[in-house]
């Protein structure tokens, strides 16, 4: 049963818009998101995260949304540059000392 | 710092045969993980370590599968024997602990079974 959903596996956006990222959840005990960017042969690298007495964190281009009571998440960056093209990965935990539980991931294309 | 360092990039095998995956996480991390990226399931996670001890195995997906931490600069992960259906990219991650910190992966072991 997978606890976090990324229901798009890839999106294709133009270089200058907004590119939406969505990732929806079902453990209401999660407290802490994360986003993780994947580039071909290259480990997953830690994008942007929020806690969940927060409803928004925003870093430079990349700002995540939180929605609680509807359990989603999602990853928005503005404006889209081809650099970004990448796979990006929900993550989410639970208080305490457990580890994290990825979704399958949705992959990026920023067309130029 | 280097990173999390794993060992080999890419491993080609037959099925039967034994493979042994390292890491090397990044020094002063406390918390290891082990995962797994295929196609179906995205990436699992397969045990995590805390301070060289597992704490939990509940990922690793048969007995072929182990996993040891003898120190806290050296992890293995170990299938024997292995399968064509255990062709995946396996991560290495490390944090400083298992809470809220983030976790660094390496770049990854591309292993066929053939």
């Known amino acids: 049963d997978q606890q976090v959903k990324q229901n798009s596996p890839s999106l294709s956006v133009q270089e200058g818009r907004i590119s939406i990222l969505n990732c929806d959840y079902t453990?209401?005990?999660?407290?802490?998101f994360l986003w993780y960017k994947k580039y071909p042969a290259e480990g997953p690298t830690f994008l942007i995260s929020?806690?969940?007495?927060?409803d928004k964190n925003e870093d430079g281009r990349f700002t995540v949304f939180l929605n609680k009571s509807a359990k989603h998440l999602s990853l928005h960056i503005v404006p889209s540059q081809p650099g970004d093209s990448a796979v990006y990965f929900c993550a989410a935990k639970g208080s305490g000392n457990t580890p994290l539980v990825f979704g399958k991931g949705t992959r990026l294309s920023v067309i130029a | 710092d280097a990173g999390v360092i794993q060992s080999p990039r890419h491993e080609v095998t037959e099925m039967g045969q034994e493979v042994t995956l390292r890491c090397k996480p990044i020094s002063g991390h406390n918390s290891l993980f082990w995962y797994r990226q295929t196609m179906m399931r995205g990436l699992e996670l397969l045990i995590y370590?805390?301070?060289?001890?597992?704490?939990?195995d509940s990922g690793m997906p048969e007995d072929r599968f182990s996993a040891k931490m003898p120190n806290a600069s050296f992890s293995t992960l170990k299938i024997q024997p292995s399968e064509p259906r255990d062709s995946a990219v396996y991560f290495c991650a490390s944090s400083l602990k298992t809470g809220k910190d983030t976790q660094y992966f390496g770049p990854g072991t591309r292993l066929t079974v053939l």
């Open positions: 929020i806690s969940s007495i927060k």
């Open positions: 370590f805390n301070n060289n001890v597992p704490i939990d």
């Open positions: 453990n209401s005990m999660f407290d802490y």
